[in-house]
């Protein structure tokens, strides 16, 4: 009898998840769990103010206080060349500050001491004299021709700017506007915003003087790459260095890049040789570590009367804070920002972008996205709304038209990008129908004659997801590969590691299921292990959307590896020749013979116990796979809201999401990623975000004033899907993790300003906080979100 | 200075104020001297080494700390280990016995209710607290009782569902064993 796939847990199976065993016991293993013999503690002494010369920095009372073990400046790592480091964009940031501080939360100096508290009393102690400078908070200033300097550690740095980058065909875009019957522009500011997963960063570094051996447990959704950067950095031997992650609670792009406090609690433990653990606080979190988005938007559209899109073009300004330290793909300055439009069938696209210092915090990360896609998504589908209100036409109807068609696969986009499946138009119908679109528009018309605002917003999209192939993707020159090690023990039991790290995921579920359908080996008998260097393969960690799509095809064909061995075990146990065997899940049999077969777990025996001549034993292999293109889910996000006109209050009445990531692995954690990628976009869309005034204090420093929203405000969602498997994927997958949180934003700024329209209103920034929705309706106004925020 | 951070030990050296305290902790009685300024968190995970509590935000907006005092969910990381002096306190470890899961477990588990695991605590012990008090609550009152907890992967729409299962299990075993 063949085996029911379901049954053993493969693919399509709503596997309950295996790791949910010990979190529900409050039996995970976080970092700050980790408690380890005479194992100290260190504090961070942040800058108070955004931009400032450090005149002088006295930590004599902290040194002398009881319990104190070590005080930690900048000079004390200028001495050992840490003063400094590299960040994964090619640029430098500072460890511990030398010279200035350039961002409000800036590390200044640690402290480690006998326990937490100690630390906290003696970082109060140290005195720093500041001679505060003027600070920038946005691109304008930056690049105003007085602006200060403020990267003048730089020996060529002459301006606030990182880089010109370009895109796409300047002299063709320009020859589609020319022609254009209609253009349409619109203007946006992305707010920065902040991950916040709620476990924030940490660390304990533990060097063994006696080995000479440094294990560092940290919360990083790359650990190999952190492993790579302490080899570099630290310059201690790389088979030295051991990284661990433990269990990690949330990333969303927050913890890729390097921290100084991940350096300076390394240096700590090498200098008093003993394990010295670092916990951030939140606030530390918020204000220092890196943040998302704060792009600037402009786009022009050229138009032809009847709908028909000809050309698109694009420029934006991003804000990085002081230090380039984005986490993504080093070829391409803003990300996949060039990504947008890969959905549409657009002749011709330029797109120009500059990145600009400013006194803010650095490091751009991929917040749930694959390197500002979800900029470049947001700026599309607002467009596209502008662009049909320009024309008159029905929003859903000006999208289909332009739809990539069905059998147009594969399309090579604008900017070069190469999808290759989708579809589209289905995605839009399934989604028009869930909402009921046609009634809606009735109804939003009966309610608009009694004075209420009803709007629908609609955003469709396309994004590219796991990267790379490493032809063009690579993080500090490392390609962008993944990982995974399969070892089949006797009794056919496994374990599987990857170079991935699961944070929420749930691929310790999942993996097991990718194997179960590749073999047949149940997918409890497999258990799964990720996030240490010195047992797991190399690879380049989670975030990007891209462990299903890398990591996942890894596990898939290190299966097949080991398939290929246990077909010659089968050979030798039934006596026949290899090609005389077929597969079955989970068994081979004679070819003719069903009857006459062997499984996968009298193989694994065989391996260990009886070969053929001339077969190595054992039944074990990894497999590196570098993917032949990024995975192209698209997905259809509708959202209906009433706006309140008396207060500019918008309640979301329902939202649809129609999802096609190809194949799914495990639907019930499919379904789970896109409710929590929703309610991102939500979060984004009305509440949460990080601005700064003009002496460059932040705003949004803790969860007091960074507003998340709670179980309270947070719509139901109601789900769909299509599915179009990945061609080149092997079973079929594409990305998922982060296509809500990309896609979404747009939906519900859509409905709000659909529910607006005859105000005359093109854009209001997000967050579309009331006193903004309330100003753009009353005034007949756009209402900028830009900082520095001005107390009125 | 103090040696109460690692280990709970009967005196605190040097010339640091401390008060003994004992506290009822799942159900067993623990005494320690602590400082007056230790937060009941932290007494709670590296005295009691019960880490199954996690600190997220520590001006208690996350929930991510909240134990039970008596029944009623506090958030432990703004709460001083002094006031719990003479109180019951209940973590995630004292939901159920090493070889049993509470209903609310199994119901998160059901419901796909978590996915990097942090918040879950506070939000089962959260939820305790809202079917002890109210046992057939309708999804407003859950999503009501968990404002104060906040989670970023799961979007709530799974918690809310593993609270109203939990809540139909338990319903129905005070019925006899029936599940409605």
Redesign the interface.
């Given at each position: 009898m063949v085996l029911d796939e379901l049954k053993i847990g493969g693919l399509g199976s709503s596997r309950?998840?295996v790791?949910?065993?010990?979190?529900?016991?409050?039996?995970?293993n976080?970092v700050?769990?980790i408690?380890l013999p005479g194992?100290l503690?260190m504090e961070i002494l942040r800058s108070p103010v955004a931009h400032a010369r450090i005149k002088k920095i006295d930590t004599t009372r902290a040194w002398d206080m009881?319990?104190v073990r070590l005080v930690l400046t900048g000079e004390m790592m200028a001495a050992r060349n840490l003063a400094w480091m590299p960040t994964l964009s090619y640029d430098t940031q500072a460890v511990l500050a030398t010279d200035k501080v350039r961002f409000q939360g800036q590390e200044v100096a640690c402290v480690v001491a006998?326990?937490?508290?100690?630390a906290k009393d003696a970082i109060e102690a140290i005195d720093v004299e500041y001679e505060v400078l003027p600070a920038i908070v946005s691109p304008e200033q930056a690049l105003a021709p007085e602006a200060p300097l403020i990267r003048d550690d730089k020996a060529n740095q002459q301006d606030n700017v990182i880089f010109d980058w370009e895109v796409g065909d300047k002299a063709g875009t320009d020859a589609a506007f020319a022609r254009a019957d209609v253009v349409s522009k619109i203007e946006m500011h992305y707010p920065r915003s902040h991950p916040?997963?709620?476990?924030?960063c940490g660390s304990i570094a533990d060097f063994d003087r006696a080995t000479e051996k440094l294990t560092v447990y940290m919360t990083s959704q790359a650990p190999h790459i952190i492993r790579a950067a302490v080899a570099l950095v630290a310059e201690l031997p790389e088979h030295m260095i051991r990284i661990v992650s433990p269990?990690?609670?949330?990333?969303?792009g927050n913890k890729v890049p390097v921290y100084p406090g991940y350096v300076a609690s390394i240096l700590a433990s090498i200098l008093l040789e003993r394990p010295v653990k670092w916990i951030e606080?939140?606030?530390s979190n918020l204000m220092s570590t890196g943040f998302g988005r704060d792009v600037y938007l402009q786009g022009e559209m050229a138009l032809r009367a009847d709908g028909k899109i000809l050309a698109v073009r694009m420029h934006t300004d991003s804000d990085h804070g002081a230090f380039f330290s984005d986490a993504q793909p080093s070829k391409f300055k803003i990300g996949l920002m060039h990504s947008t439009f890969a959905c549409y069938d657009i002749p011709t696209a330029h797109l120009t972008a500059k990145g600009v210092y400013t006194n803010k915090a650095p490091g751009g990360v991929a917040y749930r996205c694959s390197f500002r896609v979800t900029e470049a998504m947001y700026f599309q589908e607002r467009m596209v709304q502008a662009a049909a209100d320009d024309l008159g036409m029905d929003q859903a109807e000006f999208r289909r038209r332009n739809f990539v068609r069905d059998d147009d696969f594969p399309h090579r986009t604008a900017f070069g990008f190469l999808t290759d499946s989708g579809q589209y138009g289905k995605c839009l119908d399934v989604g028009l129908e869930a909402i009921g679109y046609e009634d809606f528009l009735k109804e939003k018309e009966e309610a608009a004659k009694r004075g209420k605002l009803l709007g629908i917003g609609i955003s469709t999209m396309t994004e590219p997801l796991g990267a790379g192939n490493s032809r063009e993707y690579d993080i500090l020159g490392i390609k962008m590969f993944d990982s995974a090690e399969l070892r089949v023990h006797m009794t056919g039991k496994a374990i599987l590691r990857t170079g991935a790290k699961t944070?929420?995921?749930?691929h310790e579920t999942t993996w097991g299921q990718i194997v179960a359908h590749e073999l047949g080996i149940p997918a409890e008998d497999v258990l799964v292990e990720e996030g240490d260097t010195d047992t797991a393969p190399f690879g380049m960690g989670t975030y990007a959307s891209r462990s299903t799509p890398v990591a996942g095809a890894a596990v898939s064909m290190v299966a097949r590896k080991i398939r290929a061995k246990a077909r010659k075990l089968a050979a030798h146990l039934l006596e026949a020749s290899e090609e005389d065997i077929e597969w079955e899940l989970g068994r081979f049999h004679l070819r003719g013979d069903p009857s006459r077969g062997v499984t996968i777990q009298e193989c694994a025996m065989a391996a260990y116990s009886n070969l053929p001549d001339g077969l190595e034993p054992g039944l074990e292999n990894v497999a590196y796979y570098d993917p032949p293109n990024l995975t192209w889910p698209f997905a259809c996000y509708i959202a209906t809201v009433e706006v309140d006109p008396g207060t500019g209050v918008w309640d979301v009445l329902r939202v649809v999401a129609v999802d096609d990531c190809g194949v799914r692995i495990n639907p019930?954690?499919v379904?789970?990623q896109i409710?929590?990628?929703?309610?991102?976009a939500y979060a984004m869309a009305n509440m949460q975000f990080i601005t700064f005034d003009e002496e460059g204090n932040c705003i949004g420093g803790?969860?007091?004033d960074y507003l998340?929203p709670?179980?309270?405000e947070?719509p139901?969602?109601e789900l769909h899907e299509v599915v179009t498997p990945c061609p080149h994927h092997p079973i079929g997958a594409k990305g998922i993790g982060e296509c809500a949180t990309v896609g979404g934003p747009a939906a519900f700024v859509n409905a709000v300003m659909d529910a607006l329209k005859g105000h005359d209103v093109r854009n209001i920034d997000m967050p579309l906080l009331p006193d903004r929705v309330y100003k753009a309706m009353t005034e007949r106004t756009d209402v900028s979100g830009a900082p520095p925020l001005r107390m009125e | 200075m103090t040696s109460l951070f690692e280990e709970i030990t009967p005196e605190a050296s040097g010339d640091v104020p401390t008060r003994k305290i004992t506290i009822s902790i799942n159900g067993e009685q623990r005494s320690a001297n602590v400082e007056p300024r230790l937060l009941l968190a932290h007494l709670i995970r590296q005295g009691f080494k019960l880490t199954g509590t996690h600190t997220g935000c520590d001006t208690t907006n996350c929930g991510a700390c909240t134990v039970l005092l008596d029944g009623e969910p506090v958030k432990s990381c703004t709460m001083l280990a002094v006031q719990a002096n003479g109180h019951e306190v209940t973590t995630v470890e004292g939901l159920a016995g090493p070889s049993e899961l509470h209903p609310i477990q199994e119901g998160f588990k059901d419901e796909h209710g978590l996915q990097c695991g942090f918040c879950t605590p506070g939000m089962m012990l959260t939820a305790k607290a809202l079917l002890d008090r109210n046992p057939d609550p309708t999804e407003e009152d859950v999503r009501w009782a968990l404002a104060g907890n906040l989670c970023r992967c799961t979007g709530y729409q799974n918690i809310v569902k593993a609270v109203l299962w939990a809540g139909d299990k338990l319903r129905g075993e005070a019925d006899g064993g029936e599940e409605s």
């Open positions: 309950r998840r790791e949910d065993d010990r979190f529900i016991r409050g039996k995970g976080y700050d769990d408690v194992m503690h009881p319990g006998d326990d937490p508290y100690i916040s997963p709620i476990e924030t269990d990690i609670g949330g990333g969303f606080d939140k606030t944070q929420g995921q749930g019930m954690i379904e789970g409710m929590g990628g929703l309610t991102e803790n969860y007091m998340l709670t179980a309270w947070t139901g969602f | -």
